[in-house]
């Protein structure tokens, strides 16, 4: 892949605009990168870790598809954010309504900083997944080690400890009434109910951290 032409394809998507790049010795990574192969036992080397962070329906997703269509020829690993919201008490989900999920307390920013140490040891790990209906982990995904990760979420930059794992950091900034129409088209095209529309719904609260 060439950095430029990455950057180049980022910055042509309409309607988002990209800020906050770090590419301090991404070429020179490049250069020195083996051919990758898809096994986990592979030697140990150090991950580039790519964080992409933006507000909800603000095109985070597009932009790392785009990455990933970018790096093909290297083994990428996509790391959601969302898989690390605690679960709620069955106090808290009969009040939905009134729990902020874009407020940093939301994550479990320490099993999400356990599960990156693990992946840049060169470590397979099991990244749970996060049920928005009982709000509660379901299950679990093995991810083994890449060559690059991509994390991916509305507060990947808040905490400090996270933002340092990152070789390179993207914000996708989109105008919110721009993301309020694309959530809005979502939760109709799906027909949800009024639970997950509380749960899923723009709040541009985010905003604060």
């Known amino acids: 892949m060439n950095a430029k032409s990455a950057l180049d394809l980022m910055e042509s998507s309409s309607e988002v605009h990209f800020s906050g790049f770090h590419m301090d010795g991404f070429e020179k990574r490049e250069a020195n990168t083996e051919q990758p192969t898809t096994s986990a036992t592979d030697m140990y080397k150090q991950p580039f870790i790519i964080g992409v962070a933006g507000g909800a329906a603000s095109g985070k997703k597009t932009v790392c598809d785009m990455i990933i269509q970018q790096l093909h020829d290297q083994r ?4 959601n954010q969302d898989s690390f919201y605690n679960n709620l008490t069955e106090e808290e989900v009969t009040r939905v309504q009134d729990y902020n999920f874009d407020h940093p307390d939301a994550f479990d920013t320490e099993q999400l900083l356990l599960v990156m140490d693990k992946l840049k040891r060169g470590e397979a790990v099991d990244i749970p997944k996060y049920d928005f209906k009982s709000c ?29 794992l990152m070789s390179m950091k993207i914000f996708v900034d989109t ?35």
């Open 76 to 79: 990428v690993v996509l790391v």
């Open 136 to 164: 509660k982990t379901d299950v679990l995904r093995r991810v083994n080690p890449s060559d690059v990760i991509i994390l991916e979420g509305i507060l990947v930059f808040h905490d400090p400890r996270v933002r340092e």
């Open 175 to 209: 105008d919110a009434d721009v993301r309020l129409a694309r959530r809005i088209s979502v939760i109709l095209m799906r027909r949800v109910g009024i639970l997950e529309l509380f749960l899923i719904s723009i709040q541009i609260r985010e905003a604060s951290f």
